[in-house]
């Protein structure tokens, strides 16, 4: 089947530690976005990526790092700088460069305290 | 500024129809979304305009005007499992076809 997958679906981690979310995708889709979303909010993008070993800061990119090394992969590290870490944060793709709708993943609740 | 409007909350009773609506102002438009969202989920597609009219997909019907910057989801014969969020969001022409997301409308099928 395929598809996007995330891990893990809740984190919890101490303040002043970074942590690694994974996302996977299956699918070819050379299109890869990190998103976070909080209560009331919309989807607000930290990072996306349209090709391999490239990447662009989203709007709130501050406190985030990415990497694309292969195309199925787009893991994002949410460091000890990002001053308000906690909440659901989700994984998605597309096909081509970012043509078409967007698959998402299950999501990561991360929660820091 | 860009930005994407949709009301917070709507409540609608089983067997209706319901219209969700947004309106949005981006700098660039190269096509509009709805998403179905259940609570703790990932979203899901639902539809797509690009250009004016009515798109009709089943139960599910998504309008589009450019000059006025307005969308709305139409949810005929509803249904319990209808209950979720539906966010709206526009795709714009620069940053890499980046998509804003509006706050999304929470919707309540009671029986």
């Known amino acids: 089947d395929g598809g996007i997958t995330q891990s893990p679906k809740y984190l919890f981690r101490k303040e002043g530690q970074n942590v690694t979310l994974s996302c996977e995708q299956n699918?070819?889709?050379?299109?890869m976005y990190w998103y976070r979303q909080d209560p009331g909010q919309g989807l607000r993008l930290i990072y996306y990526?349209?090709?391999?070993?490239?990447?662009q800061k989203g709007d709130i990119a501050e406190g985030y790092s990415v990497s694309r090394e292969k195309k199925e992969s787009f893991p994002l590290t949410v460091t000890s700088a990002q001053k308000n870490p906690t909440a659901f944060y989700l994984c998605?793709?597309?096909?081509?460069?970012?043509?078409?709708?967007?698959?998402f993943g299950p999501g990561t609740r991360l929660t820091v305290t | 500024g860009q930005n994407i409007d949709q009301p917070t909350e709507m409540t609608a009773t089983e067997g209706a129809i319901v219209q969700i609506n947004c309106t949005y102002q981006?700098?660039?438009?190269?096509?509009l979304f709805w998403y179905q969202q259940h609570a703790g989920e990932a979203p899901t597609f639902l539809s797509y305009?690009?250009?004016?009219g009515l798109e009709e997909k089943g139960r599910f019907s998504s309008f589009l005007s450019r000059s006025k910057g307005y969308s709305y989801l139409l949810l005929k014969e509803l249904q319990m499992k209808d209950s979720a969020s539906y966010l709206c969001?526009?795709?714009?022409?620069?940053?890499?076809?980046?998509?804003?997301f509006g706050a999304g409308t929470r919707l309540f099928v009671k029986a």
């Open positions: 998605a793709s597309t096909m081509g460069r970012g043509a078409g709708e967007q698959y």
């Open positions: 699918l070819n889709h050379d299109a």
């Open positions: 990526s349209q090709i391999v070993n490239d990447f």
């Open positions: 981006t700098s660039g438009f190269n096509g």
């Open positions: 305009n690009v250009l004016d």
């Open positions: 969001a526009v795709r714009g022409e620069t940053g890499g076809f980046k998509t804003i």
